[in-house]
Protein backbone atom coordinates (compact mmCIF):
# COMPACT_ATOMS: atom_id res chain seq x y z
CA UNK A 1 0.00 0.00 0.00
CA UNK A 2 1.43 3.08 -0.80
CA UNK A 3 1.68 6.15 1.34
CA UNK A 4 -1.11 8.72 0.44
CA UNK A 5 -3.42 5.90 0.14
CA UNK A 6 -2.64 4.66 3.64
CA UNK A 7 -3.12 8.46 5.03
CA UNK A 8 -6.48 8.66 3.10
CA UNK A 9 -7.82 5.94 4.30
CA UNK A 10 -6.62 6.46 8.40
CA UNK A 11 -7.68 10.28 7.96
CA UNK A 12 -10.93 8.93 6.74
CA UNK A 13 -11.35 6.80 10.06
CA UNK A 14 -9.94 8.88 12.26
CA UNK A 15 -12.87 11.93 10.87
CA UNK A 16 -15.37 9.12 10.89
CA UNK A 17 -14.94 8.28 14.55
CA UNK A 18 -14.04 12.29 15.45
CA UNK A 19 -17.82 12.99 14.19
CA UNK A 20 -19.61 9.97 16.64
CA UNK A 21 -18.53 11.75 19.58
CA UNK A 22 -21.16 13.01 21.96
CA UNK A 23 -21.38 16.28 24.24
CA UNK A 24 -20.70 14.54 27.11
CA UNK A 25 -17.75 12.09 25.69
CA UNK A 26 -15.68 15.23 25.45
CA UNK A 27 -14.22 15.06 28.88
CA UNK A 28 -14.13 11.16 28.26
CA UNK A 29 -10.56 9.32 29.42
CA UNK A 30 -9.09 7.07 26.64
CA UNK A 31 -5.87 4.95 26.09
CA UNK A 32 -3.66 8.00 26.34
CA UNK A 33 -3.61 8.21 30.12
CA UNK A 34 -3.30 12.08 30.57
CA UNK A 35 -5.61 12.76 27.87
CA UNK A 36 -9.37 13.37 27.74
CA UNK A 37 -11.31 12.84 24.26
CA UNK A 38 -10.85 16.86 23.60
CA UNK A 39 -7.37 17.04 24.61
CA UNK A 40 -6.93 13.81 22.04
CA UNK A 41 -8.38 15.68 19.31
CA UNK A 42 -6.47 18.98 20.15
CA UNK A 43 -3.24 16.91 19.83
CA UNK A 44 -4.53 15.84 16.27
CA UNK A 45 -5.51 19.41 14.78
CA UNK A 46 -2.14 20.65 16.18
CA UNK A 47 -0.65 17.90 14.35
CA UNK A 48 -2.69 18.61 11.13
CA UNK A 49 -1.66 22.25 11.53
CA UNK A 50 1.86 21.89 11.51
CA UNK A 51 2.13 19.78 8.33
CA UNK A 52 1.77 22.17 5.44
CA UNK A 53 4.18 24.08 7.22
CA UNK A 54 6.48 21.47 7.50
CA UNK A 55 5.98 20.22 4.25
CA UNK A 56 6.76 23.22 2.50
CA UNK A 57 10.24 22.85 4.50
CA UNK A 58 9.73 25.64 7.35
CA UNK A 59 11.68 24.74 10.24
CA UNK A 60 10.53 24.42 13.98
CA UNK A 61 11.75 27.68 14.87
CA UNK A 62 10.13 29.17 11.89
CA UNK A 63 6.92 27.71 12.80
CA UNK A 64 7.23 28.56 16.55
CA UNK A 65 4.01 28.54 19.23
CA UNK A 66 1.92 29.52 16.89
CA UNK A 67 -0.36 25.83 17.26
CA UNK A 68 0.80 25.07 21.20
CA UNK A 69 -2.51 25.32 23.32
CA UNK A 70 -5.94 24.87 22.54
CA UNK A 71 -7.08 25.07 19.16
CA UNK A 72 -10.40 23.49 19.53
CA UNK A 73 -12.26 26.66 19.96
CA UNK A 74 -16.16 26.50 20.31
CA UNK A 75 -16.44 24.45 17.77
CA UNK A 76 -14.51 21.41 18.19
CA UNK A 77 -15.45 18.87 14.94
CA UNK A 78 -15.10 21.99 12.91
CA UNK A 79 -11.69 22.63 13.71
CA UNK A 80 -10.60 19.07 13.06
CA UNK A 81 -12.70 19.11 9.83
CA UNK A 82 -10.46 22.45 8.60
CA UNK A 83 -7.11 21.42 10.19
CA UNK A 84 -7.67 17.82 8.73
CA UNK A 85 -8.56 19.44 5.15
CA UNK A 86 -5.09 21.85 5.12
CA UNK A 87 -3.14 18.72 6.02
CA UNK A 88 -4.42 16.33 3.29
CA UNK A 89 -4.27 19.16 0.67
CA UNK A 90 -0.69 19.66 2.06
CA UNK A 91 0.38 16.09 1.81
CA UNK A 92 -1.32 15.69 -1.67
CA UNK A 93 0.34 18.48 -3.11
CA UNK A 94 3.00 17.89 -6.28
CA UNK A 95 6.12 17.25 -4.59
CA UNK A 96 4.90 17.51 -1.08
CA UNK A 97 6.63 13.65 -0.53
CA UNK A 98 10.06 14.82 -1.96
CA UNK A 99 13.21 16.08 0.02
CA UNK A 100 13.52 16.33 3.80
CA UNK A 101 11.36 18.04 6.54
CA UNK A 102 12.04 19.34 9.94
CA UNK A 103 10.53 17.48 13.14
CA UNK A 104 11.58 17.18 16.63
CA UNK A 105 14.52 14.53 16.46
CA UNK A 106 15.87 16.94 14.09
CA UNK A 107 15.45 16.47 9.82
CA UNK A 108 13.78 13.23 8.27
CA UNK A 109 12.18 12.18 5.07
CA UNK A 110 9.33 14.02 4.25
CA UNK A 111 8.10 10.45 3.53
CA UNK A 112 8.76 8.94 6.42
CA UNK A 113 6.92 11.76 7.89
CA UNK A 114 4.32 11.14 5.83
CA UNK A 115 4.14 7.12 7.70
CA UNK A 116 4.03 9.26 11.28
CA UNK A 117 1.37 11.17 10.89
CA UNK A 118 -0.27 7.97 9.47
CA UNK A 119 0.49 5.97 12.24
CA UNK A 120 -1.05 9.08 14.10
CA UNK A 121 -4.07 9.09 12.31
CA UNK A 122 -4.65 5.39 13.02
CA UNK A 123 -3.47 4.66 16.33
CA UNK A 124 -5.14 8.15 17.96
CA UNK A 125 -8.34 6.81 15.64
CA UNK A 126 -8.45 3.73 18.03
CA UNK A 127 -7.70 5.21 21.06
CA UNK A 128 -10.75 7.71 20.41
CA UNK A 129 -12.87 4.89 18.98
CA UNK A 130 -12.38 3.14 22.68
CA UNK A 131 -12.99 6.62 24.52
CA UNK A 132 -16.65 6.76 23.19
CA UNK A 133 -17.31 3.20 23.11
CA UNK A 134 -17.80 2.92 18.94
CA UNK A 135 -16.64 0.79 16.15
CA UNK A 136 -12.76 0.39 15.70
CA UNK A 137 -11.56 3.06 12.75
CA UNK A 138 -8.28 0.89 11.79
CA UNK A 139 -7.95 -0.46 8.28
CA UNK A 140 -6.82 -3.79 7.95
CA UNK A 141 -4.50 -3.05 5.07
CA UNK A 142 -3.21 0.17 6.58
CA UNK A 143 -2.22 -1.40 10.22
CA UNK A 144 -0.35 -4.03 7.74
CA UNK A 145 1.42 -1.28 5.82
CA UNK A 146 1.97 0.21 9.55
CA UNK A 147 3.14 -2.92 10.82
CA UNK A 148 5.95 -3.71 7.97
CA UNK A 149 7.03 0.16 8.22
CA UNK A 150 7.40 0.34 12.67
CA UNK A 151 8.28 -3.03 13.51
CA UNK A 152 11.90 -2.71 12.64
CA UNK A 153 11.79 0.60 14.99
CA UNK A 154 10.67 -0.57 17.49
CA UNK A 155 13.22 -1.79 19.94
CA UNK A 156 14.59 1.66 18.86
CA UNK A 157 11.64 3.55 21.16
CA UNK A 158 12.37 2.11 24.61
CA UNK A 159 12.88 4.80 26.90
CA UNK A 160 12.40 8.15 24.19
CA UNK A 161 8.84 8.50 25.66
CA UNK A 162 7.34 8.11 22.63
CA UNK A 163 5.10 4.94 23.11
CA UNK A 164 4.55 2.56 26.01
CA UNK A 165 6.16 -0.80 25.81
CA UNK A 166 5.08 -3.77 23.06
CA UNK A 167 1.78 -5.14 24.73
CA UNK A 168 1.62 -9.21 24.08
CA UNK A 169 -0.50 -10.64 21.85
CA UNK A 170 -1.18 -13.56 19.80
CA UNK A 171 0.63 -14.03 16.55
CA UNK A 172 -2.21 -14.61 14.27
CA UNK A 173 -4.13 -11.61 16.00
CA UNK A 174 -5.45 -9.22 13.63
CA UNK A 175 -3.16 -6.19 11.81
CA UNK A 176 -4.46 -3.71 13.47
CA UNK A 177 -4.77 -5.52 16.84
CA UNK A 178 -1.20 -6.35 16.76
CA UNK A 179 -0.99 -1.94 15.49
CA UNK A 180 -2.26 -1.45 18.17
CA UNK A 181 -0.51 -3.54 20.71
CA UNK A 182 2.73 -2.57 18.88
CA UNK A 183 2.36 0.92 20.25
CA UNK A 184 1.69 -0.12 23.50
CA UNK A 185 -2.16 0.11 24.01
CA UNK A 186 -3.48 -3.20 25.47
CA UNK A 187 -6.40 -4.53 22.96
CA UNK A 188 -8.09 -6.66 25.74
CA UNK A 189 -8.32 -3.32 28.05
CA UNK A 190 -8.18 -0.09 26.15
CA UNK A 191 -9.06 2.24 29.14
CA UNK A 192 -6.83 0.54 31.87
CA UNK A 193 -6.26 -2.74 33.82
Given at each position: ????????????????????????????????????????????????????????K?????????????????????????????????????????????V??????????G?????????????????????????????????????????????????D?????????????????????????????
Open positions: MRLLEAHGIAMAGFDRVVHEITEEQWSHPTPCTEWTVQDLLNHLVSEQLWAPWLLRYTLAEVGDRFDGWLLGDDPVTAWEQAAAVARSAFTAAGALHGKVHTGGEIEAESYWQMTTDLTVHGWDLAMAIGTDDPVDQNVARALLAELEPQVDDWQGAGIFPPVPVDEDAPAGTRLVALLGRNPRHPLGP
